[in-house]
């Protein structure tokens, strides 16, 4: 993930995303499709969604993120990646749990 300067991650269906979550974590910036849950885990901030039924989508995603600030990216990439931290879901949880 180290060697990575963005984490590319095409899906053609999910449900959640660990490798998008250990991509964040790496401080990765994401390419992901604007599908399922990916567009509440990820925002222009930290990466670039596409619309998977455009045939043009993934690479035009790719050329307009060579075209951003990666370090800016990275940052925000691993800020959202600790604001997942379970300790924080926990504590809301039993919030939500607690009435």
């Given at each position: 993930?180290n ?17 998008a979550i ?6 990765k910036?994401?390419i ?6 990916l ?8 990466g670039?969604?596409f ?6 989508g ?6 307009a993120?060579r075209?951003?600030d990666v370090t800016?990216?990275?940052t ?10 379970w300790?924080?879901i926990?504590?809301r949880?039993?919030?939500?749990y607690r009435?």
């Open positions: 993930m060697a990575a300067d963005v984490a590319v991650l095409p899906f053609l269906d999910v449900l959640t995303s660990g490798s250990l991509a964040l974590s790496f401080g910036p994401v992901l499709p604007d599908i399922g849950c567009p509440e885990l990820i925002d222009d901030s930290m670039q969604l619309d998977p039924k455009n045939t043009n993934l690479k035009e995603a790719m050329a993120i075209e951003r800016v990216l990275s925000a990439a691993f800020e959202r990646a600790e604001s997942l931290h300790d924080g926990a504590e949880l039993a919030v939500l009435g």
